[in-house]
């Protein structure tokens, strides 16, 4: 029996860093007003001045043959929650008190993802300024140039004459339901074989394997035992991955062995260590 590997996606990546401070406001800057006064109106996002820091990203992004990144709902509606609370508070944060903490605010979104950053910034005179003072702070620009992410969310907030906005960034995975997910693995299995001029086992279909997979989620665990005590199983391969498609180290040694077949169960779910949500995958041979 193939010992079960183990293969883990990676970590969340936060940047938690602000763009511009107080001290950095021009010096004719005054007092930040509160974002709402009793009985006025609620304040108004500026979707015109959102298109423009995304068309401004992207364009940095160009400039470095760094693929576009697309706007996500999702993370406009966490980018635009956060930047109320900022105008509310009159200050720029990544955390108010009360307030989830960034993975968990996207997650509340039900994007899923696996790794997010943000940038966050005032600025009195034009959101054209506020992205410059991103791009000149080290920090604020890796998050905008990182070739990982793929989605972006911009909230723009104007309270009097202060603009307050929030860029999250996001690495959003491939969304398949979990016939797709397994079928996606089960292509890359059979790619594998090919490539490494071995014959494919044929897959199999067995249907409490989506069930172990979600209930590895639930437990935030993986777990081979129950896998091994269905009828004929003798090997167990499970894993985490944001693409079904990727696969682990572990399947050299289940691929290259003599096995008459395989059957596979997929979910995605997100865990206490997955808050944007993973595939589960749970693999048996015979």
């Not at 959102?50 to 400039?63: G, T």
């Not at 990544?94 to 696996?114: K, T, V």
């Amino acid at each position: 029996m193939p010992r079960p590997q183990i293969a883990r996606s990676r970590p969340f990546k936060l940047l938690c860093v602000l763009a511009l401070t107080a001290s950095s406001l021009p010096a004719t800057a005054r007092v930040v007003p509160s974002a709402q006064a009793p009985g006025s109106n609620p304040p108004q996002f500026d979707s015109a001045a959102e298109a423009q820091l995304v068309s401004l990203i992207n364009q940095e992004r160009a400039k470095q043959d760094i693929a576009p990144l697309t706007v996500d709902d999702r993370l406009t509606q966490a980018a635009q929650k956060h930047t109320e609370l900022m105008a509310q508070h009159s200050t720029i944060s990544h955390q108010f008190p009360g307030e989830p903490a960034l993975e968990m605010r996207i997650a509340n979104e039900g994007l899923p993802f696996d790794s997010v950053s943000e940038n966050v910034g005032l600025n009195n005179r034009s959101v054209a300024e506020v992205h410059e003072g991103f791009m000149n702070s080290p920090p604020h620009r890796a998050a905008l140039l990182d070739p990982t992410y793929n989605v972006v969310g911009v909230g723009v907030l104007r309270s009097g004459d202060v603009i307050y906005v929030t860029e999250d960034f996001a690495h959003r995975p491939p969304e398949y339901s979990e016939p797709q997910a397994e079928a996606a693995a089960e292509a890359a299995i059979a790619k594998y074989a090919k490539a490494h001029g071995i014959l494919a086992p044929g897959r199999r279909t067995e249907l409490q394997l989506r069930h172990l997979a979600c209930n590895m989620a639930l437990n935030d665990k993986l777990e081979s035992q129950d896998a091994m005590q269905l009828p004929g199983v003798h090997g167990v391969l499970v894993w985490t991955a944001d693409d079904p498609a990727k696969l682990p180290k572990g399947i050299s040694q289940v691929v290259s062995q003599r096995v008459s077949g395989y059957a596979l169960g997929a979910c995605f779910a997100p865990s206490v260590s997955h808050p944007g949500g993973v595939y589960w995958i749970v693999m048996v041979t015979y």
